[in-house]
């Protein structure tokens, strides 16, 4: 009886798993199906081939016209001035992990930067590399009666809001095994809705506004979503959260940028590619097609768009894609993107 129970059980499992699979093949297949008449641009060569580990977190500082960008692993920012080109790389490498980059309010970005590391959010002296911390994450929790040991933690993308309060996701950091649900979506700034948004996120990812402000947008990559939320332009509160975007590969979501247009144009780690998304219906509409597979950011220039890049050690994108993992992509889209807010202290 317990043979035949446990046999029952394991076709019952396995018929499960093949139904999974099928409902898979087919979200893959229509996606594939609508993606037939889209615009696509393909880019096989790189603006700068620098090899980063962990390439990401584009920003686009305006007062000098460069673009500055971070590898993770490797703790490292680089600012490259778009006038003088990939000659003009400079690079600064701090102590430790550094994810996400924001000018300040009223401070020469060539003097402090807003920088998420990995105990939270803090003022980086780009002349000396020093760092001071504005918020952590242990501390912004302790109200709630969190108790999430932020020693496993660092951060990872976020971004700056119209009222000038900076979004930081939280995840596992590296050298830990697998990346668990022990990371969130904090809030920092001088608001009562300060502090910890979300929570039991793995990989939360990169957050942008629509062209009104009135709606923001949240990447969680392991559920390869994208969310929206209402965003009330007056006290700053997102609520109402509900899906715009559901990838079904390859790859996972990870960065993105918004067009003056409302589209999202958003990268892709392990898919090869940036696809530009209309977040009122999700379709796609265009695809970024790059040489190597772990797409990780994207932003804008006037209408020429940034496109960031990890390693691809294993070549698993093959060897091209091994060759021109970490580097920086740009290409022509023909629309311009929404300008990042600046962090207000």
């Not at 020093?130 to 951060?155: H, I, L």
């Not at 976020?158 to 939280?170: I, K, T, V, Y």
């Not at 993107?337 to 207000?344: A, E, N, S």
């Amino acid at each position: 009886m317990l043979t035949a129970l446990l046999s029952s059980l394991q076709k019952r499992q396995e018929q499960e798993q093949e139904q999974e699979q099928e409902q898979s093949d087919v979200r893959a297949a229509t996606a594939n199906d609508a993606m037939a008449d889209i615009q696509v641009w393909e880019v096989t060569e790189p603006y700068l081939d620098l090899h980063c580990q962990l390439g990401e977190g584009p920003f686009y500082e305006e007062e000098t016209h460069s673009l500055r960008f971070v590898d993770i692993i490797s703790h490292r920012i680089h600012t490259v001035d778009l006038a003088a080109g990939p000659s003009s790389l400079h690079t600064l490498e701090l102590d430790t992990t550094v994810a996400v980059t924001a000018d300040i309010e009223g401070v020469d970005p060539r003097e402090k930067l807003a920088v998420g590391l990995k105990y939270g959010l803090a003022i980086l002296d780009r002349k000396t590399g020093k760092y001071e911390y504005v918020y952590k994450f242990t501390d912004s929790v302790k109200p709630q009666g969190v108790t999430t040991d932020f020693e496993r933690t660092r951060a990872n993308d976020g971004a700056a809001d119209p009222h000038g309060r900076f979004w930081l996701g939280s995840m596992t950091d590296f050298n830990l095994g697998d990346f668990q649900p022990e990371g969130g979506l904090f809030l920092f700034g001088p608001s009562s809705k300060s502090g910890l948004f979300k929570a039991g996120l793995t990989i939360p990812n990169a957050l942008g506004f629509s062209p009104d402000n009135r709606t923001l947008y949240f990447t969680h990559t392991t559920d390869n979503k994208v969310y929206a939320y209402d965003y009330d332009l007056e006290t700053g509160a997102a609520t109402n959260e509900r899906v715009v975007y559901t990838h079904p590969g390859p790859g996972s979501p990870d960065g993105f940028r918004v067009d003056v247009e409302g589209n999202i144009w958003h990268a892709f780690y392990g898919g090869g590619c940036v696809l530009k998304i209309d977040p009122a219906t999700g379709s796609i509409l265009g695809k970024v097609v790059l040489p190597t597979s772990n797409i990780t950011c994207t932003q804008f220039v006037g209408t020429e768009l940034f496109i960031t890049s990890a390693s691809d050690d294993a070549a698993a994108g093959g060897e091209q894609s091994k060759a021109l993992g970490g580097a920086v992509f740009k290409v022509d889209v023909g629309v311009k993107g929404l300008p990042l807010f600046k962090y207000k202290q």
